[in-house]
């Protein structure tokens, strides 16, 4: 058997309060009756977990505050054996807070106070020796840039949460993945990308292209959706373990695809991060 690929994710940890509510409320309003959950989060703990739950050896740079709620942001990454050596506590700074409004149809909003976050600067990365490094847009630019210009691996940028950011991180990344929002955001920035560009749609799917032509284009599986918080996340993940193990376009894309929507079957955006098991075995009921 093969030995797993490696990556480093560079980002993000949050820890998510949840409230799950019948409607999501309209601006100014105020709705009751939500029930309240506290989850790990943080979209880059997010796609480090799912790398790991996938089949990579994976650890996390970040920066977390020297409190409980990073203790508990911390929790499942460390059950799951995800190396946390780069993950430092700032005794200043609290650790990240996601407030996260869900609804009965699984749609929902989310407001982030970054924390510690914010404070992951350049000189604070050390980069192991690994065959992917994935990112996004949760921690300052300026360290992504960084990694960006010393890395040498294959590069994932999640382009999320959507931002104006320099042409160099685009030009650099190997795969860069949007949702349709983000994509409209972005708009022409995107052709700057000489590697894989995948786009996806919700439940819609998600395609994926080089140099502007489409090259694969794949359906999401139907599933009942509960939370489609860390979904994208786990979709990033996904198509990057799957291309580097190998697989074709097609077949990559249609795996990231399936974990995402896996990962919107359960509640929570960590404790929703399916292992490949699940992954496979929603793709043989397509």
């Known amino acids: 058997?093969?030995?797993?690929?490696?990556?480093?994710?560079?980002?993000?940890?949050?820890?998510?309060?949840?409230?799950?509510?019948?409607?999501?409320?309209?601006?100014?309003?105020?709705?009751?009756?939500?029930?309240?959950?506290?989850?790990?989060?943080?979209?880059?703990?997010?796609?480090?977990?799912a790398a790991r739950r996938l089949g990579a050896n994976v650890s996390l740079v970040a920066r977390?505050?020297?409190?409980?709620?990073?203790?508990?942001?911390?929790?499942l990454l460390s059950a799951g054996e995800v190396d946390l050596a780069a993950c430092d506590r700032d005794t200043t700074i609290p650790t990240g807070v996601a407030l996260i409004a869900v609804s009965a149809?699984?749609?929902?909003?989310?407001?982030?106070?970054?924390?510690?976050?914010?404070?992951?600067?350049?000189?604070?990365?050390?980069?192991?020796?690994?065959?992917?490094?994935?990112?996004?847009?949760?921690?300052?630019?300026?360290?992504?840039?960084?990694?960006?210009?010393t890395f040498s691996g294959f590069f994932c940028v999640n382009l999320a949460p959507a931002m104006d950011v320099p042409d160099a991180l685009i030009e650099r990344a190997d795969l860069l993945v949007v949702n349709e929002t983000e994509a409209e955001f972005y708009g022409?920035?995107?052709?700057?990308?000489?590697?894989?560009?995948?786009?996806?749609?919700?439940?819609?799917?998600?395609?994926?292209?080089?140099?502007?032509?489409?090259?694969?284009?794949?359906?999401?599986?139907?599933?009942?959706?509960?939370?489609?918080?860390?979904?994208?996340?786990?979709?990033?993940?996904?198509l990057t373990v799957a291309l580097l193990d190998g697989m074709e376009a097609q077949a990559a894309l249609e795996f990231a695809c399936a974990a995402g929507a896996a990962a919107a079957t359960k509640q929570g955006a960590q404790p929703s991060l399916p292992f490949r098991a699940d992954?496979?075995?929603?793709?043989?009921?397509?």
């Open 64 to 75: 977390v505050g020297d409190d409980t709620n990073a203790d508990e942001a911390l929790a």
């Open 105 to 149: 149809d699984g749609e929902n909003q989310i407001v982030v106070a970054p924390g510690a976050n914010r404070y992951l600067q350049p000189e604070m990365l050390n980069l192991p020796d690994v065959d992917a490094l994935i990112c996004q847009l949760e921690v300052p630019v300026k360290t992504l840039l960084h990694a960006a210009a």
């Open 279 to 286: 992954v496979e075995a929603l793709i043989d009921k397509l």
């Open 1 to 49: 058997m093969a030995e797993p690929h490696s990556i480093v994710v560079v980002g993000s940890v949050n820890l998510d309060f949840v409230a799950t509510v019948e409607k999501l409320p309209v601006a100014g309003e105020t709705v009751s009756g939500a029930e309240l959950n506290r989850f790990p989060g943080g979209k880059g703990a997010n796609q480090a977990l």
């Open 188 to 238: 022409a920035a995107l052709t700057r990308c000489d590697g894989l560009l995948a786009t996806t749609f919700g439940a819609a799917g998600a395609e994926l292209s080089k140099g502007g032509e489409t090259i694969a284009k794949a359906k999401s599986p139907v599933i009942d959706a509960l939370d489609t918080t860390g979904a994208g996340d786990t979709f990033t993940a996904a």
